[in-house]
T-cell receptor, first 116, second 114 residues
Framework: AQSVTQPDIHITVSEGASLELRCNYSYGATPYLFWYVQSPGQGLQLLLKYFSGDTLVQGIKGFEAEFKRSQSSFNLRKPSVHWSDAAEYFCAVGPSRNFGNEKLTFGTGTRLTIIP | DGGITQSPKYLFRKEGQNVTLSCEQNLNHDAMYWYRQDPGQGLRLIYYSQIVNDFQKGDIAEGYSVSREKKESFPLTVTSAQKNPTAFYLC?????????????FGDGTRLSIL
């Protein structure tokens, strides 16, 4: 069975500093990988996804993520955070070989706090 | 602008009562999903539908029911059989096919027990 681990429940970063959110997955083959962001009381927004090809994926809002097969990781990065990046971030994994990725497995999330 | 509308934003359920959460999308997406979100947990899939008049159970379908009579609508009923319904419910939609995945989410409905 596929699984996702986000080891950091809460991270605090100063505005303008760099950010890395960790995501480790467990799956028997190359999965589809996703990062979503959720602001309080709202739905999720897709930041980026990895299906195949280049292991460094660019997303919206200046985020990027790198797929590292050897480490079973898909960490999210941003070189300089803004106060508006404060939110909860979810990593998700889907079984790429199946028809569709309806049954994504989501991590438990990392809450990001930005301090001035 | 296209998007997903969930209503109501807040909902209260009495013991033994069924309640229905609305989800409407104008994105012309074929696939729609319902997720449940509890504090400190990731999203868990309740039901999903790839086409009209067809839907499949997700990981936690017990105590829930859905219908998909129209492409743009995918209502979720929380029945009295769901003993712990207090949660944040999210509806999502996407294109269908081999690379289908939840692309757009509504702003959720928060359900509480009276």
């Amino acid at each position: 069975a596929q699984s996702v681990t986000q080891p950091d429940i809460h991270i605090t970063v100063s505005e303008g500093a760099s950010l890395e959110l960790r995501c480790n997955y467990s799956y028997g083959a190359t999965p589809y990988l996703f990062w979503y962001v959720q602001s309080p009381g709202q739905g999720l927004q897709l930041l980026l996804k990895y299906f195949s090809g280049d292991t460094l994926v660019q997303g919206i809002k200046g985020f990027e993520a790198e797929f590292k097969r050897s480490q079973s990781s898909f960490n999210l990065r941003k070189p300089s955070v803004h106060w508006s990046d404060a939110a909860e971030y979810f990593c998700a994994v889907g079984p790429s070989r199946n028809f569709g990725n309806e049954k994504l497995t989501f991590g438990t999330g990392t809450r990001l706090t930005i301090i001035p | 602008d296209g998007g997903i509308t969930q209503s109501p934003k807040y909902l209260f359920r009495k013991e033994g009562q069924n309640v229905t959460l609305s989800c409407e999308q104008n994105l012309n997406h074929d696939a729609m999903y319902w997720y449940r979100q509890d504090p400190g947990q990731g999203l868990r899939l309740i039901y999903y539908s790839q086409i009209v008049n067809d839907f499949q159970k997700g990981d936690i379908a017990e105590g829930y029911s859905v219908s998909r009579e129209k492409k743009e609508s995918f209502p979720l009923t929380v029945t009295s059989a769901q003993k712990n319904p207090t949660a944040f419910y999210l509806c999502a939609s996407s294109i269908a096919g081999t690379e289908s995945y939840p692309q757009h989410f509504g702003d959720g409905t928060r359900l509480s027990i009276l």
